[in-house]
């Protein structure tokens, strides 16, 4: 895959990008990232990038031409964008199903902003708005960091254990069931029968239904979305019941 970014801030990039999971990924060569600050790329003479917005208000705003022009020229080194993706508060949040989504792409570009917002023209080269959440960011790099490491990791050959991602929290519409590893007794708290037993088609049912459980005790907004088979049903009712 190959990432392109458009920033001011390319320092805020380099320790996130070259270590964990993602550094590992450039390295093996399956992900090929590369910054660009948009601000070589104006043709202001003090090499201003925003300017005051049309109408009056509070704040400064993201000007066109720096974009488009660094746009151009990564599109000249690469012979194609990409979807171009753009960080908005008013974007699509996103989500587990974003990340699959975009994991599937061989180039994403990012646009990372910063001010008040953006000249509402560089929309015009946009595929793609995204948003982390309900709140507001000093610009966009840490959510492009966000968004990266989160498809980055569903690559193939990326995670040491390719049954990793499917089971992550999100990917099955379910949050992830709990987790335990050694001692099976550390300071009384003990870990469940059922995962010491060897019987692995227990284990796999107690693991669905812990999941289940979970999600219905901390996320059931999630379960709005989910068709649910009649196990599942029934472990519902029994779970509303106690």
Same mark, same amino acid.
């Given at each position: ?7 001011? $801030? ?22 090929? &990232?590369?910054l660009t600050n948009f601000r ?11 300017? +005051?917005? +049309?109408?009056? /208000? ?27 993706? *753009?960080?908005?508060? @008013?974007? !699509? ?8 989504? *975009?994991? =599937?792409?061989?180039?994403?570009? $990012? &646009?990372?902003?910063?001010?008040? /917002?953006?000249?509402?023209r560089i929309k015009q080269r ?12 000093? /610009?966009?790099e840490l959510g492009a960091l966000?968004?990266?490491? @989160?498809?980055? =990791? ?25 987790? +335990? ?7 009384? *708290? ?12 227990? &284990?796999?049912?107690? !693991? !669905?239904?812990?999941?289940? =459980? %979970? ?8 379960? @709005? ?7 599942? %049903? %029934?472990?519902?009712?029994? $779970?509303? =019941?106690?």
């Open positions: 895959m190959k990432i392109d970014i458009l920033t001011l $801030f390319p320092e805020m990039f380099a320790g996130p990008l070259s270590s964990s999971i993602v550094g590992k990924a450039v390295e093996k060569k399956i992900l090929d &990232i590369e070589d790329y104006t043709t202001d003479r003090q090499n201003h990038v925003d300017d +005051y917005p +049309y109408g009056g /208000g509070a704040g400064m705003l993201l000007q066109a031409q720096p974009i488009f022009a660094a746009l151009d020229h990564v599109k000249e080194q690469r012979q194609n964008l990409g979807r171009v993706i *753009l960080l908005d508060p @008013a974007g !699509r949040k996103f989500d587990q199903t974003a990340a699959e989504e *975009l994991a =599937r792409e061989p180039q994403l570009t $990012f &646009i990372c902003g910063h001010y008040e /917002g953006y000249d509402e946009v595929t793609d708005e995204f948003s982390l959440g309900d709140f507001v960011l000093t /610009g966009g966000v968004m990266i490491d @989160a498809t980055v =990791r569903l690559l193939p050959e990326v995670l040491g254990n390719s049954a990793s991602a499917p089971g992550d929290s999100f990917s099955s519409g379910l949050l992830e069931y709990p987790q +335990y590893t050694r001692p099976a007794d550390f300071e009384g *708290l003990k870990v469940p029968d059922v995962l010491l037993s060897g019987n692995h088609q227990k &284990i796999d049912e107690w !693991r !669905r239904k812990e999941a289940l =459980r %979970k999600t219905y005790q901390r996320r059931p907004d999630l379960l @709005a979305d989910l068709t649910l088979s009649t196990e599942q %049903k %029934k472990w519902l009712e029994e $779970f509303k =019941r106690s």
